[in-house]
């Protein structure tokens, strides 16, 4: 057998065994969005994947590292929108807020499941991850508020505006849709137009033009 051969078949059974991982992934969080992780089994994760209980811990050591992938996606896809939107030097500081804002929301919408999964069940992680969690909440939180406040800094919106509090109301702006937005209703990136537009007028800028 050619090196070439066994390379392609070992590629072959990667690609293979990331696509049961994910597979696996996408069965556990549609279950614990249904039936809540609690009330969710490996057995249920199993059957609904296919595979044998004995054949899922092949690809996951535990029911609680599917929900803490599922909680560090969310998290990471936040982080990853965060540094674009910083990163836009060419937009002013609140152009940059509403961008991460309307990265949020088009994320949000087309991933409702996992958003709910995530605030629902987050606190069910244990140990050192929930303090990971923990801690990259109070992380998100506060780079939310330095947004705000740059923009506040330079005079793009009211300076007498209370940041910490307006950081809460753009939170629920941004992460709420998730439990009332089903997909149809309004396009992704239409309802994330608008909510960054909403909070433009909210934060006393206006409607730019």
């Not at 065994?17 to 490996?42: C, D, K, N, P």
């Not at 087309?110 to 303090?131: P, Q, S």
Request: aromatic residues 8%; proline residues 2%.
């Amino acid at each position: 057998m050619t090196q070439a051969v066994e390379s392609g078949r070992v590629a072959r059974r990667t690609t293979k065994g990331a696509q049961r991982a994910q597979q696996i992934l996408e069965v556990a969080e549609r279950l614990f969005h249904r039936q809540g992780y609690a009330q969710t089994s490996m057995e249920d994760i199993a059957r609904d994947t296919g595979l044998l209980k004995g054949s899922l811990y092949y690809y996951v050591n535990s029911k609680e590292d599917l929900l803490y992938r599922v909680v560090d996606d969310v998290h990471e896809v936040a982080r990853a929108q965060l540094d674009q939107a910083k990163g836009r030097e060419d937009l002013p500081p609140l152009g940059r807020l509403l961008l991460f804002v309307e990265s949020q929301v088009d994320y949000n919408a087309h991933h409702v499941t996992r958003v709910a999964v995530y605030h629902h069940e987050w606190h069910r992680l244990e140990g050192e991850r929930k303090k990971e969690v923990r801690d990259k909440r109070r992380a998100y939180d506060a780079a939310l508020i330095d947004l705000i406040e740059q923009a506040r800094s330079a005079g793009e919106i009211t300076e007498a505006l209370d940041t910490k509090l307006a950081a809460m109301s753009v939170l629920a702006v941004i992460c709420w849709p998730y439990t009332w937005y089903r997909s149809g209703t309004i396009a992704p990136a239409n309802l994330a137009a608008f909510c960054a537009d909403f909070v433009r007028g909210a934060l006393g800028a206006g409607r730019q033009g």
